[in-house]
């Protein structure tokens, strides 16, 4: 079975032990591994993991054009590029240019850049974004670091409201810790890809064969959240789930393909 990794981080090996430290600290839990481009392929080969998202993250907006540089320059085929866009930088309007010529999507993640989503400062990038049909994967849920909650339900569904054309992924199920909120207003929306980062791992499994069965079978994406997730341990519990193997193909690999138009490339 094909497995695409919606979900992981990596960051320049100069930085990357303090990466994880500083990860570390803020989530309350240790990390698998060093987030390194080649701590994460031995992962894959290890996994069977055929391609990974790598979501890059500009907590300060004038890291933006310096942490795409880098991410744009990584060559390994095996990485499917997100770029970080910091929802304050001034020169949004041309980093979405280089995006869109050099990247997959966007990573947005409120816990560290400290905005709400459905922010209406924000609300022109989301305009372009739209335009440029580029795909955003948010950071959606309880912010462990600081115990704010910025891009929960309420938020995602004005997003819906003002851009309903953005392809809006929305990590962890759809809100870290929030999945009684989630499974009332998101789960079923077709609106929403929810992927399965650092959520099966500690939601009941009740919970999720009612995400399962209700959600658009087409817009859910397997991913691990690495180096936070363990790959090992996310693919065999998404395995060993009751559900069919033609569903397990669309969650591991096929819908992924689909969004991205993988197979086209």
Not at 66 to 71: K, M, Q, R, S
Not at 162 to 188: N, Q, R, Y
Request: charged share 30%.
């Amino acid at each position: 079975m094909d497995i695409i990794d919606f979900h992981t981080h990596l960051w320049p090996e100069k930085i990357a032990e303090k990466a994880k430290e500083y990860l570390e600290n803020a989530f309350k839990m240790p990390m698998n591994a060093i987030p390194i481009e080649k701590n994460l392929l031995a992962e894959m080969d290890k996994n069977d993991v055929s391609k990974s998202v790598i979501a890059s993250v500009a907590s300060r907006p004038e890291q933006v054009e310096h942490i795409n540089n880098w991410l744009f320059k990584l060559n390994s085929e095996r990485f499917i590029k997100f770029a970080s866009l910091h929802p304050f930088y001034d020169k949004w309007s041309y980093e979405l240019d280089r995006i869109k010529d050099n990247a997959q999507g966007i990573k947005f993640q409120p816990e560290f850049q400290m905005f709400y989503i459905d922010d209406e400062r924000v609300f022109p990038i989301y305009e372009k974004i739209q335009k440029l049909k580029i795909p955003l994967l948010f950071h959606c849920g309880y912010e462990l670091s600081t115990g704010l909650i910025q891009a929960g339900p309420k938020q995602m569904l004005n997003v819906k409201k003002h851009f309903p054309e953005i392809t809006f992924i929305a990590a962890h199920m759809g809100g870290f810790k929030l999945w009684d909120e989630v499974e009332d207003s998101i789960i079923g929306d077709d609106y929403f890809y929810i992927d399965t980062s650092s959520a099966l791992s500690f939601m009941n499994k009740e919970q999720i064969y009612r995400f399962l069965n209700k959600h658009n079978k087409n817009k859910i994406l397997f991913g691990t959240d690495f180096p936070v997730g363990n790959h090992k341990k996310e693919i065999e519990l998404l395995k060993s789930l009751d559900i069919d193997n033609e569903f397990k193909e669309k969650i591991f690999h096929l819908n992924a393909e689909k969004l991205l138009n993988l197979n086209n490339k």
